[in-house]
């Protein structure tokens, strides 16, 4: 193996995907911490301390205008180079979150044992599963009161129709939480007093029959539930399968606390053992492996600065093969030109560093003078490859916007239409309607205002907004002629290309439509592409 293949071999990327508040930015800190990436022994108490090492560096990312804290972290673990892309949540949940999960291998779901489930860990997971990654779910917080642990598998697997395989259990929760039991080493972690930032705790070997040990360890009553529960689990539960891990098929259960660093080790160890190195991308017919001898990415996200004195954009890329260098000159397939990436960036935990080498399976930030979209290949000159595309999403908040000023009708609709192809937002316009009143569609509500701001500060406009009822569109199909459907409280509107849709406010609406209005299809958003 050359250098660059060692390097490439040792890189794991994967996204981190939760609901808000299930506990996604304290178990990445933790992981941080056993990298060493973030200097500091961290504790219990010291958490809130722990945060601010990266939370701090973010308020002056923001002050500059760019938040790419959030965006992809890199560190070091026993060998591997480990890829940390983070799925903004809540607020800033965006298309770009969507968009992250292409660049990721496997991806890390993080859910909280009091709630299981919650929407936004539902969306995100339907994007993995779109493109069968291994997912590895983490249910955390045991130390509060939690919800009993076979039903919480009973609703992955239900909802999200996988199997999965719990690789350690809980031993009670909340007040009586005594750590997990390792299922297939015999051993139990023990949860105490000793938790503290980095300290590696050594698990006890346990032998279920020695009643004995046992007792002294987590007491009788405790004994008996694992016994109970770990017998429930051997016979009940669905076999280890790497092969259906790799494919998405069987996602790897594993219990903690990441807040008290407990089993996040465990985590890391085993899920490093599992994932592979960087996976090949299907070009067209081909299929380009990461090891191939050239250097290929594409662009999967492009932040554009909401910072007025910064007027630049980054482009994130992910290196599919080969070896990236600052100083050579590259190919930008969609553009048709060579071109030499302008001021190469790398997170490092708490730290953007510019780069002069990336491989395989990392990303990389770059400056974009406007030249890139979405999906577009960048790789070494007299290579042509394109990768296959970024997969559209569809809105899920709507506004009308109106323009106020009648004299910037022009800059109103010319913003409007641009930010539109960026792929930012969506446009709609009313059947018969003109671009000074348009329904504005977007993935996450954050984006409204990114447009606020950006109309003003780029195009010199203001507007009104309307927030609007709908959540969901679908592409009006079937041949039906729209003038002649009946509708209640679904609004009917077209895009750009003179494409029809609908918005529904609820899935009653859309089954409600279905049935009063014979011989109509309705198509998912996209699939117009
Ligand atoms: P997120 O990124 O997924 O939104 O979640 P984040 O890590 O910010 O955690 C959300 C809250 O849950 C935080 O509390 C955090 O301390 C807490 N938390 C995370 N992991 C655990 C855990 O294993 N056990 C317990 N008990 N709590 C956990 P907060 O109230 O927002 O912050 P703070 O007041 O604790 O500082």
Not at 59 to 67: A, D, L, N, Q, V
Not at 78 to 95: A, V
Request: aromatic share 10%; charged share 25%; proline share 4%.
């Amino acid at each position: 193996m050359n250098q660059t293949q060692n390097e490439i071999s040792r890189r794991r990327t994967f996204a981190i995907i939760s609901h808000p508040d299930a506990g996604k930015t304290t178990l990445t800190e933790k992981f941080l911490l056993y990298g060493g990436a973030i200097q500091k022994a961290g504790s219990v108490k010291g958490k809130a301390s722990d945060r601010h090492a990266v939370s701090d560096w973010m308020e002056m990312e923001k002050k500059r205008g760019i938040s790419i804290t959030s965006s992809v972290m890199q560190f070091e673990y026993e060998g591997f180079c480990i890829n940390i892309l983070d799925t903004p949540g809540h607020q800033d949940f965006s298309e770009d979150t969507y968009r992250t999960l292409m660049a990721a291998d496997s991806a890390v779901m993080v859910i909280d044992a009091a709630k299981g489930i919650e929407p936004q860990t539902r969306k995100l997971f339907k994007v993995c599963a779109m493109r069968h990654i291994p997912i590895f779910t983490f249910i955390n917080k045991l130390d509060r009161e939690a919800r009993d642990p076979f039903d919480l598998i009973d609703e992955l697997e239900k909802e999200f129709g996988i199997d999965t395989y719990p690789m350690n259990w809980p031993i009670g929760c909340g007040v009586e939480f005594q750590g997990v039991y390792d299922r297939d080493g015999h051993k139990i972690l023990a949860f105490g007093d000793s938790h503290r930032g980095r300290d590696r705790l050594a698990s006890i070997d346990c032998d279920l029959a020695d009643t004995e040990g046992l007792d002294k360890l987590i007491g009788p009553y405790a004994r008996e539930a694992l016994i109970e529960q770990v017998e429930l689990l051997d016979g009940a539960c669905f076999d280890f399968d790497l092969e259906k891990v790799r494919c998405g098929k069987l996602s790897p259960v594993f219990f903690g606390s990441a807040l008290n660093n407990f089993g996040v080790e465990f985590f890391l160890e085993h899920f490093l053992k599992m994932t592979t190195a960087p996976l090949s991308r299907r070009a067209g017919e081909d299929t380009v492996s990461p090891f191939d001898p050239f250097f290929s990415a594409f662009v999967f996200k492009i932040q554009a600065n909401m910072n007025k004195a910064h007027r630049d954009r980054i482009a994130f890329l992910r290196i599919v093969s080969g070896k990236f260098e600052s100083e050579t000159e590259y190919f930008h397939v969609q553009g048709g030109r060579p071109l030499r990436l302008s001021q190469p960036q790398q997170m490092m935990a708490d730290s953007r560093q510019g780069i002069e080498e990336a491989y395989a399976g990392d990303i990389i930030g770059v400056f974009d003078p406007g030249i890139f979209s979405i999906g577009d290949t960048v790789c070494d000159k007299g290579k042509k490859v394109t990768f296959e595309g970024i997969p559209t999403f569809a809105p899920e908040c709507f506004a009308i916007v109106e323009q106020i000023d009648s004299m910037k009708r022009k800059q109103f609709a010319k913003g409007m239409s641009q930010i539109a192809e960026e792929g930012a937002i969506r446009i709609f316009t009313e059947p018969s309607g003109g671009l000074e009143r348009v329904h504005v569609g977007v993935v996450g509500m954050l984006q409204f205002d990114v447009l606020e701001s950006r109309m003003q500060s780029e195009y010199g406009v203001t507007y009104k907004k309307y927030p609007e009822p709908y959540t969901t569109i679908r592409k009006i199909g079937g041949g039906i002629d729209p003038k002649n459907l009946r509708l209640f409280d679904v609004k009917w509107v077209k895009d750009f290309r003179g494409n029809d849709f609908l918005l529904f406010p609820s899935e009653w609406h859309i089954r409600h439509t279905l049935e009063n209005n014979e011989g109509l299809v309705l198509l998912e958003f996209g699939s117009e592409a």
